[in-house]
């Protein structure tokens, strides 16, 4: 059954303390993987899409890397407006994995 | 551009009742994905709609259904509401396909009570 596991669960940095998120999957064929951040009350906003092993994208504090078995994304000396839910997904259904909350403290 | 909108925004029905939630994609876009989100199951797919033809469909159901209309615009409903049916609705848009980039709506917060 294709899955996608997020980890950690939860995650509290102080202001510029850079850190990782991961999405481990295993699909049967990869179409693509998705990052979007989820803020309390509103609809996931799309981050990066990442189709293939060694792809790496950026967009302010946020780059995501991919391998053949996970992605990362990491956030480099983050801010407390980077606090939200992280969602990773893949696929031509979006499978979601559960998140990581993400708190950075001032 | 104007986003994803979704109506209502907040909803209370009472189980055994059916709702009917709408949604309006962004301009342009044909594929329009409704997902269901919960405290303990996550984010989840329903359906996806490309030019008023289902085209995938999540392990739900057969009480939760969709449509799509000539502009793109796509309902979903739910008939003889179950408590469990209580979570946030989300409605999200993309260009040609669910695997493409997707953008959300605000969703439509659903109470069963």
């Known amino acids: 059954e294709d899955q996608v596991t997020q980890s950690p669960e939860a995650l509290r940095l102080q202001e510029g303390e850079s850190s990782s998120l991961n999405c481990s999957y295993t699909v049967s064929g990869l179409r693509g993987l998705f990052w979007y951040r989820q803020d309390p009350g509103k609809g996931p906003e799309f981050l990066f899409t990442l189709y293939s092993a060694g792809e790496e994208k950026e967009k302010e504090r946020l780059k995501a890397t991919l391998t053949k078995k996970e992605s990362f994304l990491h956030i480099t000396a983050p801010k407390p407006e980077d606090s939200a839910t992280y969602l990773c997904a893949y696929g031509n259904k979006l499978v979601f994995g559960a998140g990581t909350i993400l708190r950075v403290k001032s | 551009k104007a986003g994803v909108t979704q109506t209502p925004r907040y909803l209370i029905k009472t189980r055994g009742q059916q709702v009917t939630l709408s949604c309006s994609p962004i301009s342009g876009h044909r594929s329009v994905s409704w997902y269901q989100q919960t405290p303990g199951q996550g984010l989840q797919f329903l359906f996806e709609?490309?030019?008023?033809?289902?085209?995938n469909k999540g392990n739900f159901p057969g009480r939760f259904s969709g449509r799509q209309f000539s502009n793109s615009r796509s309902e979903m409903n739910v008939s003889t509401l179950e408590l469990g049916d209580s979570a946030l609705y989300l409605c999200a848009s993309s260009y040609q396909r669910a695997g493409d980039e997707q953008y959300f709506g605000p969703g439509t917060r659903l109470t069963v009570t």
């Open positions: 709609y490309f030019s008023e033809t289902q085209r």
